[in-house]
């Protein structure tokens, strides 16, 4: 009895510093970095999500009469903002969809936007509208290295807590769940929100 | 018994195989040129003095604000879009010190016809979008049009240099150049 105790006593300490030269410490490293990665993910779209009421501001100056245009994204702009994703719902990947979803929602509702331009030529003239866009191709820019980092992070953390000797850590000491990678969607025009001319658009 | 299995078992666990998985690469494998000074002119497209001078002011500038500002002038993008193989050849590179991220590369793919001003992290509030998106259409690509490669380069390098010299604040700059984010 004493001296199972002792034996416990004497492997555990070994088991952990020994397992910790390679890897179990880095499991918790690794999900903390697939988690700052994510930050990163939810800053850039947040980025993007701050961008978009000045740009529809700027073209209902110019193109008014693009009305549904401009509801479609401000639409899709509000449903994004209400879907988010905590650092602990990445193992959901449910809960990883539906957010690349809403925001796949409102890239597809950007997109008639920045072709307006094309139609418009009072907007291209104005100084603002292209800095706007300046903005926008820089934070769609971000978007996807950030979901490149995201996904990198994501593959090897769920390598590592797959692997010997790191799985046994990844059940025993942390009960590690795999993480969702991020699949950004872009969805056809036709799947874009229902538009309705009489919501308030100002938000 | 139990002892000489308790031993054994401890032999084992102080001798773990680390046998690590290959870390994922999702990156494709580009063939970067090597960071061979401060202008890489893989393209062919400066001169030698023009080449020299865009040393010098990248030299200049690193010792007054010590961000690395790098000229690249690149023969194929292999197929990546510019913006994908900017950041990717930025970090290949290790432009800008690390933690601080103040690297710069004016990266001219003439083959493609694209030319971007890739900014690391720490320098996004310098050189910010809108001001990098206005020096490429008004004084890079006028040049560049005319095959003027050279006096393209020196005048995007001119107001990269001046931006990343400015004392400025950055919610000076960020009036500067109309952000709204």
Same mark, same amino acid.
């Given at each position: 009895m004493n001296r199972n105790r002792l034996l416990t006593a004497m492997i555990v300490p070994v088991a952990a510093i020994s397992l910790s030269g390679c890897g179990v410490n880095s499991i918790p490293t690794a999900e903390e970095n697939a988690k700052a990665k994510w930050a990163d993910v939810q800053a850039a779209y947040q980025r993007r999500t701050n961008l978009i009421p000045n740009l529809v501001s700027t073209v209902k100056g110019s193109a008014a009469s693009e009305q549904n245009i401009l509801v479609g994204v401000t639409q899709a702009r509000a449903n994004a903002t209400h879907v988010t994703v905590s650092?602990?719902?990445?193992?959901?990947p449910q809960a990883v969809q539906r957010f690349a979803e809403a925001q796949g929602r409102l890239s597809a509702a950007i997109i008639p936007l920045q072709r307006l331009q094309e139609n418009y030529p009072t907007l291209q003239s104005q100084g603002n509208f292209k800095t706007l866009m300046d903005e926008l191709e820089g934070t769609e820019n971000r978007i996807n290295i950030a979901i490149r980092d995201y996904n990198g992070a994501v593959q090897g953390y769920n390598t590592r807590i797959r692997t010997f000797p790191d799985v046994i850590g990844a059940k025993v000491f942390y009960g590690a769940k795999p993480m969702a990678t991020y699949q950004a969607t872009t969805p056809n025009a036709e799947q874009a929100p229902t538009v309705s001319f009489d919501t308030n658009t100002s938000r | 018994m139990p002892a000489r299995f308790a031993i054994a078992a401890l032999a084992l666990l102080a001798t773990?195989?680390?046998? *690590?998985?290959p870390a994922a690469s999702p990156d494709p494998q580009l063939h970067f040129p090597a960071l061979?000074?401060? =202008?890489?002119d893989q393209a062919g497209l400066l001169a030698p003095a023009e080449e020299q001078a865009l040393a010098a002011q990248a030299a200049a500038v690193e010792r007054e604000t010590r961000a690395q500002y790098v000229v690249a002038t690149i023969?194929?993008?292999?197929?990546? *879009?510019i913006e994908d193989y900017g950041y990717r050849l930025g970090r290949f590179w290790g432009i800008?010190?690390?933690? =601080?991220?103040?690297g710069v590369i004016l990266l001219v793919a003439p083959a493609e016809g694209k030319v971007r001003i890739e900014v690391g992290y720490g320098l996004e509030k310098r050189i910010t979008d809108p001001f990098a998106g206005r020096v490429i259409r008004e004084r890079i690509l006028p040049a560049l049009e005319d095959g003027r490669f050279g006096d393209g380069i020196r005048a995007g390098s001119d107001a990269i240099a001046g931006r990343l010299r400015s004392r400025a604040t950055d919610a000076a700059i960020a009036k500067e150049d109309h952000l709204s984010v």
């Open positions: 650092p602990d719902q990445l193992t959901d | 773990p195989a680390c046998a *690590r998985a061979t000074g401060r =202008v890489v023969r194929s993008l292999e197929g990546q *879009r800008g010190r690390k933690g =601080v991220n103040d």
